[in-house]
């Protein structure tokens, strides 16, 4: 089967937009020891596992409420995991904004349940913006209030490292 057919031909075409760039700074919360760059292909709310996606926050209290959340879900605080916060300067060009709920909603996600831990169809949705060949997408923080910005990490995308500071 070729990729194409691997995906909806109705939302191909609905993700066929017009793009925009995004050159900024993005947050990012790692593992001590994690190169902040390197993305993953775990699969979650924006990946499906057969691509590298760099997840990042476009403000700082973003990216510590996404870490928050997840420590939250252990069921006994990790107290030996040390963190670091990464400012990271990005420049994409082709970036696919689904930034505002109604956008995602006419995708087919159902927004008022968008915080759970039901990633099916925006997995299938970034599978879909990787195989259109967007170097990222603007997504709503689940959160915090503010847009994410999801990076493939297989594009040529300018990442740079401004800086890292321990979380507490």
């Avoid at 499906?48 to 870490?67: H, M, P, Q, R, W």
Wanted: glycine share 6%; hydrophobic share 40%; net charge negative.
């Amino acid at each position: 089967m070729t990729d194409a057919l691997r995906h909806d031909r109705a939302l191909l075409d609905a993700l066929d937009v017009v793009t925009i760039p995004f050159s900024g700074t993005v947050w990012r919360i790692t593992q001590v020891g994690r190169d902040p760059l390197m993305g993953s292909a775990l699969s979650g709310r924006w990946s499906g596992g057969d691509y590298s996606v760099l997840y990042t926050a476009c403000e700082k209290d973003g990216a510590l409420a996404e870490i928050g959340f997840r420590l939250s879900l252990e069921p006994i605080w990790p107290s030996r995991l040390q963190h670091s916060l990464h400012e990271i300067k990005v420049e994409c060009d082709k970036v696919l904004d689904l930034s505002d709920l109604p956008s995602l909603e006419r995708l087919g996600v159902t927004t008022s349940k968008y915080q759970s831990l039901d990633y099916s169809v925006t997995a299938r949705i970034s599978a879909a913006a990787a195989f259109l060949e967007y170097d990222a997408m603007l997504v709503p923080n689940a959160r915090f209030t503010c847009k994410n910005l999801v990076i493939f990490n297989e594009r040529p995308n300018s990442l740079e490292l401004v800086k890292s500071l321990p979380v507490d």
